[in-house]
């Protein structure tokens, strides 16, 4: 596959540890199946995720945590959002170094491979359907330099639908929606009796994960100007303190919990409360972009009828509003859902041993991803929006 040397393998050859590696703009996460069980692998010291933020400030430009924990203190010397670029001119200078899109994926496949490696010699790898065919070119050229031992890769929202098409009974139409630091994704799927296919697909780099941590971080920051009269934007420290706590903002509004932000400057502190109405507020003119540019998605003639289930990604799950709206505007019938974090590595776990055993070929699934029959799977777990219960499989209730 793009110039990756051929190797015969046979399941008999290989563990019951299949790996399967999700990647986006982000981050990459990684399990191993078998046996019935999947783990996470820890990417970033003991973290199950690597983020793609690199340092520039060292002597060797590393990728992880650490990066992602500057982006604010000192933002000239991290790279990020670099995966939607590959192939473009552009360029990050800190001090000595000089990083293009290229260059930034190979520091971060490099810290990845030995994480990897030790797992297995076998991975599956899920990317954004948004990247054109010429950058998943690029980034298994990459892939190989590093050594990873990838042995077949499909655009998620395929992945996650070709391995759930047992839960949708029969044929359907499924919406798939995703947020990384490059954009705001949708993807129609139609589940078939031998195939996924893609209908129709669309990004928003306006509405990507970094737009809204903006939006929240600007929100956040005037509603401490209107209480305290200071304002964090103005402290690196305070800014970044603030970042690190999004996270866990948009979890607790996510499940309609009282969140308080800790703004600690050099000689001051304040902490806000906000309910998640307020949260959401801040991030309404997104939301209703969002729910616009999908509206639109799901327009085109070739879709016959509403989608049978939303699928929104953990990330796209969190943005604060978004899910809600789209469980208010959906048909009685659709059934929404928020993946787990995990979601899209072990739906391509579970597809490596066809890539292994020959039955798919070593091409990059963008488009078409046949099966025999729909395997058995067990049902995502409950999640919430607020008080309201969102679960695979059930119907949207119109009163939530």
């Not at 069980?37 to 690199?54: S, V």
């Not at 800014?239 to 509004?253: N, S």
């Not at 400057?265 to 507020?281: K, N, Y």
Request: glycine residues 8%; positive net charge; contains cysteine.
């Amino acid at each position: 596959m793009f110039g990756l040397r051929a190797k015969k393998e046979t399941l008999a050859e290989q563990p019951l540890r299949l790996v399967g590696i999700d990647l986006n703009a982000t981050r990459i996460r990684a399990v191993v199946a078998g046996e019935g069980r999947t783990r996470p692998i820890p990417l970033d010291a003991t973290a199950d995720e690597l983020p793609l933020f690199l340092r520039l400030d060292q002597r060797v430009p590393t990728a992880g945590a650490d990066a992602a924990n500057r982006v604010r203190l000192m933002p000239h010397s991290v790279c990020s959002n670099f995966l939607g670029s590959l192939g473009l001119p552009h360029e990050w200078r800190s001090g000595r170094h000089v990083l293009t899109p290229e260059s930034a994926l190979r520091h971060t496949f490099d810290k990845l491979a030995g994480p990897i490696a030790a797992e297995t010699d076998s991975a599956g790898l899920a990317l954004p359907a948004y990247l054109s065919i010429a950058q998943v070119r690029t980034l298994f050229e990459l892939a190989q330099v590093s050594r990873l031992p990838i042995r077949g890769s499909a655009a998620a929202p395929l992945a996650l639908a070709a391995h759930r098409a047992g839960t949708l009974d029969g044929p359907a139409t499924v919406l798939h929606v995703d947020a990384d630091e490059f954009a705001l994704s949708g993807t129609v799927l139609q589940v078939g009796p031998g195939d996924v296919r893609i209908l129709a697909s669309a990004h928003w780099p306006q509405l990507s994960l970094r737009i809204w941590k903006n939006r929240l971080l600007d929100g956040m920051a005037d509603h401490c100007v209107r209480t305290c009269r200071r304002d964090p934007r103005d402290s690196a420290e305070a800014e970044q303190g603030m970042y690190d706590q999004l996270e866990t903002l948009m979890e607790q509004t996510r499940t309609g919990q009282r969140a308080t932000m800790m703004i600690r400057g050099e000689h001051w502190f304040q902490d806000l409360g906000h309910q998640p109405e307020q949260v959401e507020g801040y991030c309404a003119g997104l939301v209703k972009l969002a729910g616009d540019g999908l509206k639109q998605l799901l327009l085109p003639s070739s879709i016959q009828s509403p989608p049978k289930a939303v699928w929104l990604s953990h990330a796209a799950g969190r943005l604060p509003g978004l899910a809600a709206r789209i469980y208010k505007h959906s048909p009685e019938q659709t059934a929404v859902s928020i993946l787990p974090q995990n979601a899209a590595a072990e739906a391509v776990a579970a597809i490596l041993p066809r890539w292994l055993q020959g039955s798919l070929p070593r091409l990059h699934l963008d488009n078409v991803l046949p099966f025999e029959s729909a395997t058995a799977v067990a049902p995502w777990p409950a999640v919430f929006i607020g008080k309201t219960p969102l679960k695979a499989a059930l119907p949207a209730r119109r009163d939530g």
